[in-house]
């Protein structure tokens, strides 16, 4: 017999289930050192090798899509434990963060705190498909990191338009799916060759399927690829992580970016939005 169709509610609690794991996870490692944001960061050093993946290059772009963020009411959504939200509040922003794990909502609140801004960072548990704590065009933006290929974008997409006010932008920084060679790499290795799987079992980097429906609910919605990141993930391989080896990688993928077209089969990319008026 068939088994009946998962529902929405089971995709959520599993995703709900591993990223409360994963704040526990963070919780037992990172001290309030770690936790703290100042205006000039670009990366959670809760999370030491983002710069190696070219993540502050890509947080710097997603500010500027947003810009100016003082006294706007920004969505953060998928915060997790809130690196982003709290950068957005300390650039004057008032930030609601959403996130289907209370436990990352923990840590996002203490980093807020910890940063100066615990006033200006709301945090709310529900998933994006569902943002019914926000009344039509609440928000003047909204941004994300790594949250809209985990989401069910048919009601995520409607959802994140009819709280944005006509005209706002949004900015999201995702995992892509483009390049083919990379994604099957990514199916195979991790969890085999000492290699950690660090993805939760739902989330897929966004294909052109998704590309075509963030194109539909966003009329000229822009994908850019500020930096090739592809060689560079070799680097997980045990026996070619370290300094040297990482250096050369990345020296590889500065040098093939630099090849007309190529960037656009990065693992990472920005989507920049913007509500109609
Ligand atoms: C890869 S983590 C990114 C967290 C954070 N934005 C960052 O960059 O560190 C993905 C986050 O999305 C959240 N998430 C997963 N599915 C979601 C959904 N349907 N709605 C809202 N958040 C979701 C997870 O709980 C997790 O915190």
């Not at 990379?182 to 060759?193: E, K, N, S, Y």
């Not at 994908?223 to 300094?243: H, T, W, Y």
């Not at 250096?247 to 500065?254: G, Q, T, Y």
């Amino acid at each position: 017999m068939t088994p009946p169709p998962e529902t929405a509610e089971a995709r959520i609690a599993r995703e709900s289930e591993y990223w409360n794991e994963q704040a526990r996870r963070t919780e037992s490692h990172a001290g309030q050192a770690e936790l703290r944001v100042a205006i000039t960061d670009r990366h959670d050093h809760a999370m030491p090798w983002l710069p190696y993946l070219g993540v502050p290059v890509l947080v710097e772009r997603l500010l500027a899509e947003l810009q100016p963020l003082a006294g706007r009411r920004v969505l953060d959504l998928g915060c997790g434990t809130g690196f982003l939200s709290t950068l957005l509040a300390l650039h004057g922003a008032e930030v609601h963060a959403v996130d289907v794990s209370d436990g990352a909502l923990r840590i996002a609140a203490e980093r807020a705190r910890l940063s100066g801004v615990g006033d200006k960072v709301h945090v709310c548990c529900i998933p994006g498909e569902r943002l019914d704590a926000f009344e039509d065009g609440f928000f003047d933006a909204a941004a994300g990191s790594f949250v809209l290929h985990h989401a069910d974008l048919d009601d995520a997409l409607p959802e994140l338009k009819r709280v944005l006010k006509p005209g706002a932008p949004a900015a999201f920084i995702e995992t892509w799916g483009r390049n083919r060679p990379l994604m099957l790499a990514r199916a195979l290795v991790p969890g085999r060759a000492g290699v950690e799987k660090s993805s939760s079992d739902d989330e897929a980097p966004l294909g052109r399927a998704q590309e075509r429906s963030i194109e539909a609910h966003f009329p000229g919605a822009r994908f850019e690829f500020p930096e090739l990141l592809c060689v560079r993930m070799l680097g997980v391989l045990p026996f070619l992580k370290g300094p040297g080896a990482h250096r050369s990688l990345a020296a590889l993928d500065r040098w093939l970016g630099a090849i007309p077209g190529l960037r656009q089969y990065t693992y990472f990319a920005l989507v920049a939005l913007r509500r109609g008026g």
